[in-house]
């Protein structure tokens, strides 16, 4: 299995992590060799978070042993895994935003002189991993909080290089990345991989691993299931593993013609700030519309426009042929406008985690099931046992903490809320990041099923199977403008790619 | 196997606070030891007259206890407190229109600076801490304007003193009808209206309250009116009892009330508590001062007492829960 | 290299707004005062404002772990008591006795952390109850105002050098150059900034968070004691005053925020906290060069308080994505 000889460099065995009644992980198994790149797969909730977050020391197992080289060895804090030579990348940045790049590659273990921090070294050895990454146009001196999603994580990824480590592990590293940076990332993990490096990498995204893992293991509800090669499993097969279950299509069937009718949504000549420039579309009822390009190109900025977020925006939004009032999200989803945003992190922006399942359901249509300023519990409990059956969210006690469910429940939550809103126009900002396969395939077909029921939908996606499977027409936005718009059989990977980088044909994409 | 220190699988709406019944219990334990030092401590008259002074400080506290929830602090209670004492008590002498009107002025002098914390906060989002205080030393400044400096002369109306020291129904305080029917108010809103939902959302998260379309403002002024009704009503009640406002008679008030309302399990953070626990809080801080009084501890002793005796009970249940 | 300085500036820039603001206001004070610039204004000035300066310090290093410290005040009340009986007598004892009001004043910084760390309660309900306590010690020390100081060291540190410059700022600079710049660029320095801005992603990063809290309450202790020596000196004797004690908390959090360094931790320094104190002592002395009424000058000092502490937040307003509003 491993090119360095037939012991594996980082082995667990029989590791257990309970929370409260929730098993983590189960009795799990892990090994790792140098030189491999090693992909881990599962739903959320199936264990893969807690099993990286016992290598690196975050968490603590509570069976099971740990083994570095056939030495057992326990990681009692993040920095005793990190001297053992784990790096990890984690899907919740580790990063701090008031300090510089450079103190926060350097943070865990600054280069001193007389006892201070040496600032010089610091910078130098900031540069050295930023360069190592393939980020190098990162100033060191910029404050993290000054940078898009997609540059911190390569500040995170050099920040695990600075410390040289044997075993490198990525949590979703490349989630807000675009294809192009994605390819630069995984030159660079080959490159470790050919120094020695172990690596352990997290992702959904199968074309990823099909194209940089050596190995892959799967585990499911927490526990471990099969390892096996790359390329010796077909897709179906893996996700039957992951999932447990047979599944056939991914993606509902879209409907043969376009439908007729005036526009839910009709956007003209949308500029914001110099980060929007010009945009208009249009969107009927019964239409899902995507959005697509590199990260970074305005589609978050155009879903927060239009949802009465950002000030200053300038241009024509007309719901149904009337105006949309559009000053701040409270008029965005009230009377003609009706609009719903799935924000992009259900966490911080979606949700009030430690309040309960019924309370977050019926928090955005309250105003509906008040009188006169009285929440009517009857009502309340009509609407959100409506939710629970239509969107089929698995939990035990509507009383129960939202924070408790699975990420997808979690994001079923989200989207129940603004469906008892009785939406017209709804816009999800990349609303399967981090969802397992089943939960996404559901929301496939909930999305498919409201548009047939007379909604407008926009989304924007990081992901291109998603836009190529569900999406009617996609809109694909290039430094804030719409650059090239793809209807039916023209959406293409290729042609998503080709458009993201303003190009004709996708030969012209560099190398 | 480790205690588990996962998020509660309970809302933090819907449990049964701990910390309320901790709160309870020291009050029983505080009656218990002051019984001990003089019987007459648990004479129903003295603890009447315990829950009297309680009403005044109860009042301030449903009020605090409402900024708290959102996750702010109003530190302006002082001279709201002594504005709404003096301002009513200015009103008496204005005539008999005046008189009238005297504990409504009070009132809405609270309630005015009250809107204006609120737009502070809200609006010009400067940090509640932080502006609170400036307010406070403005509220401050204007009283110092209309006192000339020197200490206020109104008395306070009959009506006052009515509500703050008689007890006109079956023997009980009528301050304590005061607290009751604020506290009361407190409680619906909290757990019947939408507004309230939306005090415990801000709290816990404001950002997704804002993007599920709520008013974050609006709610965040309203809040911080109430909190400014509530402290002028204090006022109001205290200038009632003593039959004259004086000054700075607010600034033993602003400790006591925000202890109160952390003692009683409202999370300093925003997001978490219920009325019960500041009621509780409430008695037993006014327990509290009463017994350092009863045994006559000189003050250094009763401020070290006071403060340890706080830390104790924080310790007890008012720690943070360590997330996973 | 311009890419540098464009960060570097970026960095410092709440600290050359308060330090803008210092100097317009103190030039115009200056030109206003009847006897201009002469050694006795400015050391009476200096003394102000270096007591100011130095708890408006002691505060900012909690601050920055997105703490609080609202006992900064009262501990500097207890050691101006305590310094009141002890800094007394020969040079031995007075050497002893400073000694003395120091360590006081680390341990009441320890016990304020070690509550915040170990007994993991809110910095704001921790310290305000500690403060009581403080407070009550104070009392029992100096039950009414008293006391005195050696008057020698007391001359000398509240007085002027030759040339005129006050002796307390060069105490001031002393305390920045021997505390503050070395704590700057310390491990458990930096570690303080790193915990206010995620403490989450600082434990993943395995910042040492215990020894960075504890120390960030410590140091503010030990800052807070050399105020209370200075005030000794200048007053020449001591008073428990919850009045003054409360004050200068409150006064030192305005001053904190108005020198630039945010309330939810990460960012600022103890030297913008310096100018943002001497901008607010200077407001009050403007208002008495300008022989404003006397009833009006709370009023003024308020509504002025509330414009510096709102500054900041102006900035907010042409924000343009709210999204940036909320947490």
């Known amino acids: 299995m491993s090119d360095t000889g037939s012991v594996p460099l980082f082995r667990m065995e029989g590791v257990s992590k309970h929370y409260g009644g929730v098993r983590a992980l189960e009795d799990a198994t892990f090994h790792c060799a140098g030189g491999r790149i090693h992909a881990v797969l599962g739903e959320n909730g199936a264990g893969k978070s807690t099993l990286i977050k016992v290598m690196a020391g975050v968490v603590q197992p509570d069976t099971g042993s740990l083994h570095m080289d056939d030495r057992p060895v326990t990681f009692r804090t993040p920095a005793a895994a990190a001297a053992a030579g784990i790096a990890c990348v984690f899907q919740e940045l580790s990063l701090l935003p008031d300090l510089s790049v450079a103190d926060n590659i350097a943070i865990t273990n600054p280069p001193r002189r007389y006892g201070l921090i040496d600032r010089r070294a610091q910078r130098r050895i900031a540069e050295a991993a930023l360069a190592r990454a393939g980020a190098s146009d990162i100033h060191p001196m910029t404050p993290v909080r000054d940078l898009p999603l997609s540059r911190r994580q390569m500040v995170e990824i050099a920040k695990a290089l600075a410390r040289d480590p044997r075993i490198l592990i990525l949590d979703e590293a490349t989630s807000a990345l675009a294809a192009a940076e994605v390819e630069k990332v995984f030159a660079m993990l080959r490159q470790l991989c050919s120094e020695g490096m172990a690596i352990v990498y997290i992702s959904h995204r199968m074309h990823e691993i099909a194209a940089i893992a050596d190995d892959c293991t799967v585990y499911r509800n927490g526990r471990y299931v099969a390892t096996f090669a790359t390329g010796s499993k077909t897709d179906a097969d893996i996700v039957e593993m992951i999932i447990g279950r047979e599944y056939k299509n991914v993606f509902p069937p879209k409907p043969a013609q376009k439908p007729a009718g005036a526009p839910a949504l009709r956007v003209e000549d949308l500029s914001w700030v110099g980060q929007l420039k010009s945009i208009s579309l249009d969107i009927r009822p019964g239409e899902v519309i995507g959005l697509g390009g590199l990260d970074g190109q305005g589609q978050r900025e155009l879903l927060l426009a239009l949802f009465g977020v950002l000030d200053g925006v300038t241009g024509t939004v007309e719901i149904g042929g009337k105006p949309a009032a559009l000053a701040s999200p409270t008029s965005a989803k009230s009377g003609n406008t009706a609009m719903a945003l799935i924000p992009e992190d259900r966490k911080t922006e979606g949700l009030m985690l430690p309040m309960s399942v019924r309370e977050n359901l019926s928090f955005a249509a309250l105003g509906r099931l008040s009188r006169l300023g009285l929440v009517d519990r009857r009502a309340e409990a009509a609407a959100v046992d409506e939710m629970m059956a239509l ?11 939202v924070a408790s469910l699975s990420g997808g429940n979690q994001q079923k939550v989200v989207i129940g809320k603004w469906l008892l809103t009785r939406p017209r126009v709804i816009l999800l900002n990349d609303p399967t990041r981090g969802i397992d396969v089943g939960t996404k395939q559901e929301l496939y077909q909930l999305l498919r099923r409201l548009a047939d029921a007379g909604a407008a939908i926009l989304f924007y996606s990081t992901d291109y199977d998603e836009l190529v499977g569900c999406c009617d027409r996609v809109l694909v936005l290039y430094d804030g403008a719409i650059v090239r718009v793809l209807e039916g059989a023209d959406i293409t990977e290729r042609n998503l790619i080709a458009a993201a980088f303003n190009l004709r044909d996708l030969d012209q994409v560099p190398a | 196997m480790k205690a588990a220190r996962a998020l509660p699988a309970v809302a933090a709406t819907r449990r049964i606070d701990p910390a309320v019944l901790a709160a309870f219990g020291c009050i029983v334990l505080l009656l218990l030891g002051g019984s001990l030092y003089s019987r007459n401590f648990l004479s129903p008259d003295y603890l009447l007259q315990q829950l009297n002074v309680a009403a005044f400080l109860g009042v301030i506290a449903s009020g605090v206890m409402l900024v708290v929830l959102l996750g702010h602090i109003d530190l302006s209670i002082p001279w709201i407190v002594t504005m709404g004492g003096m301002m009513s008590t200015a009103a008496a002498g204005w005539g008999d229109a005046g008189a009238a009107l005297a504990i409504p002025i009070g009132i809405a002098c609270g309630i005015a600076v009250g809107v204006f914390n609120g737009i502070g906060v809200a609006y010009l989002r400067v940090p509640s801490m932080i502006f609170t205080l400036g307010t406070n030393a403005i509220a401050q400044g204007l009283m110092v304007l209309h006192t000339s400096g020197f200490a206020p002369q109104d008395r306070s109306t009959e009506a006052m003193h009515v509500i703050a020291v008689d007890r006109t129904i079956a023997g009980i305080p009528n301050a304590l009808w005061v607290w009751a029917a604020v506290g009361g108010m407190a409680v619906l809103l909290l757990t019947r209206t939408a507004f309230g939902r939306y005090v415990y959302a801000i709290g816990n998260r404001e950002r997704a309250a804002y993007l599920s379309g709520v008013n974050t403002r609006a709610v965040v002024v309203g809040c911080f009116a109430i909190a400014g009704g509530c402290s002028g009503l204090a006022g109001v009640l205290l200038a009632g009892y003593s039959t004259k406002a004086y000054q700075a008679m607010g600034d033993p008030y602003l400790l006591p009330a925000i202890a109160a309302v952390v003692l009683g399990g409202t999370s300093i953070l925003g997001g978490r508590g219920t009325y019960l626990g500041t009621v509780a809080g409430v008695i037993l801080i006014t327990l509290l001062q009463s017994i350092l009084s009863v045994v006559q501890m000189p003050e250094a002793g009763r401020q070290i007492i006071y403060g340890t005796v706080i830390i104790a009970m924080l310790l007890l249940y008012g720690r943070q829960r360590r997330e996973t | 290299m311009s890419a540098d300085w464009r960060h570097r500036l970026a960095e410092q820039r709440g600290l050359l707004l308060a330090v803008g603001l210092f100097l317009a206001m103190f030039t115009l004070y200056i030109a206003k005062h009847p006897a201009g610039l002469t050694a006795n204004v400015a050391s009476t000035a200096a003394n102000k404002g270096v007591l100011l300066a130095l708890v408006a310090m002691a505060q900012t290093i909690p601050v920055l772990t997105s703490g609080l410290d609202l006992s900064v005040g009262m501990v500097l009340v207890l050691t101006n008591c305590l310094a009141s009986r002890i800094v007394v007598g020969s040079p031995a004892e007075v050497a002893l006795g400073t000694s003395a009001v120091l360590a006081v004043g680390l341990l009441c910084g320890a016990i304020n952390g070690a509550v915040v760390v170990y007994g993991r309660i809110q910095p704001i309900i921790a310290t305000l109850a500690t403060s009581s306590i403080y407070y009550g010690v104070a009392l029992a020390i100096r039950p009414a105002p008293g006391g005195d100081v050696a008057t020698g060291v ?80 200048i007053t020449y004797s001591g008073e428990a005053s919850a009045a003054l004690g409360g004050t200068y908390t409150l006064t030192a959090i305005a001053a904190v925020v108005v020198g630039g360094t945010s309330l939810f931790g990460g960012s600022g320094g103890a030297i913008g906290s310096i100018f943002g104190a001497f901008v607010l002592r200077t407001i009050g002395d403007l208002l008495f060069v300008f022989d404003m009424d006397a009833l009006w000058q709370p009023l003024f000092l308020g509504a002025v308080l509330l414009v510096a502490i709102s500054l900041g937040s102006f900035r907010l307003l042409g924000v343009r994505n709210r999204l940036e509003l909320y947490r």
Do not use: N
Request: charged share 10%; glycine share 10%.
């Open chain 1, 391 to 401: 969107l089929k969210i698995r939990c035990d006690d509507t009383g129960q903490a």
């Open chain 3, 154 to 233: 007391a001359d000398a540190l509240t007085g002027s050098l030759p040339g005129g410059v006050p002796a307390s700022l060069l105490v001031l600079v002393a305390v920045v150059v021997v505390v503050w710049v070395p704590y700057r660029r310390s491990v458990l320095g930096r570690a303080a900034y790193a915990v206010g801005s995620s403490e989450q992603a600082a434990f993943m990063s395995g910042v040492p968070i215990t020894r960075a809290k504890l120390l960030a309450y410590v140091l503010a202790g030990l800052l807070s004691a050399i105020a209370g020596l200075l005030l000794t000196c």
